[in-house]
Nanobody, 115 residues
Framework: QVQLVESGGGSVQPGGSLRLSCAASGIFFSIRTCTWHRQAPGKERELVAAISPGSSTNYADSVKGRFTISRDNAKNTLYLQMYSLKPEVTAVYYC?????????WGQGTQVIVSS
């Protein structure tokens, strides 16, 4: 059974930083492309960043230069380092992987950026 557990969210002031983690189990993590998505209140879920099994990365234009996605295959863990946070990034952040054509999602971790 695939399980994804996000952590690391919280409430921070503008300009602050957070590092999100996503611990994966029940899946051969190292061969999967993994992604972070977010869903802000009243908005659809959107892709934030993706990382391939070889650690090639892609980012949404809105987060380029401020977010860094990474992975530790030995720990089956995905990360999202977020810098210079702005209020508009407030959302629930989810990690995602596919297995046999089926998407799996974690429960999400809330990020609030507010003064």
């Amino acid at each position: 059974q695939v399980q994804l557990v996000e952590s690391g969210g919280g409430s921070v002031q503008p300009g602050g930083s957070l590092r999100l983690s996503c611990a994966a189990s029940g899946i051969f993590f190292s061969i999967r492309t993994c992604t972070w998505h977010r869903q802000a209140p009243g908005k659809e879920r959107e892709l934030v960043a993706a990382i391939s099994p070889g650690s090639s990365t892609n980012y949404a234009d809105s987060v380029k230069g401020r977010f860094t996605i990474s992975r530790d295959n030995a720990k089956n863990t995905l990360y999202l380092q977020m810098y210079s946070l702005k209020p508009e990034v407030t959302a629930v952040y989810y990690c995602n992987v596919y297995k046999e054509g089926k998407p799996y999602w974690g429960q999400g971790t809330q990020v609030i950026v507010s003064s």
